[in-house]
């Protein structure tokens, strides 16, 4: 048994592993997309996935900012 063999057969047993827990832990049903089990208000839910994607945006920017110099 060679390092070719070992390494397919690792990355084989975590992709399944992953998939399984993506399986697994799914959303089934719209209710489980929202924190604090709906909990939440609509609004402040909206806001803080606002933030999440201003703030994603913002840190590619500064990437491509400083890839560019």
């Known amino acids: 048994m060679d390092a070719q063999f070992w390494t397919y057969f690792l990355v084989g047993i975590t992709f ?3 998939i399984g827990i993506a399986i697994w832990s ?3 049903s719209t ?3 929202y924190v604090a089990g709906g909990g939440i208000h609509p609004v402040l839910n ?3 996935t606002a933030a ?3 703030s994603a945006a ?3 920017q500064h990437l ?3 890839w560019q110099e």
């Open 16 to 18: 399944t592993l992953y």
């Open 26 to 28: 799914r959303a089934k």
């Open 31 to 33: 209710k489980e997309f």
């Open 46 to 48: 909206g806001m803080a």
């Open 52 to 54: 999440d994607w201003m």
């Open 58 to 60: 913002s840190f590619m």
């Open 64 to 66: 491509l900012f400083l």
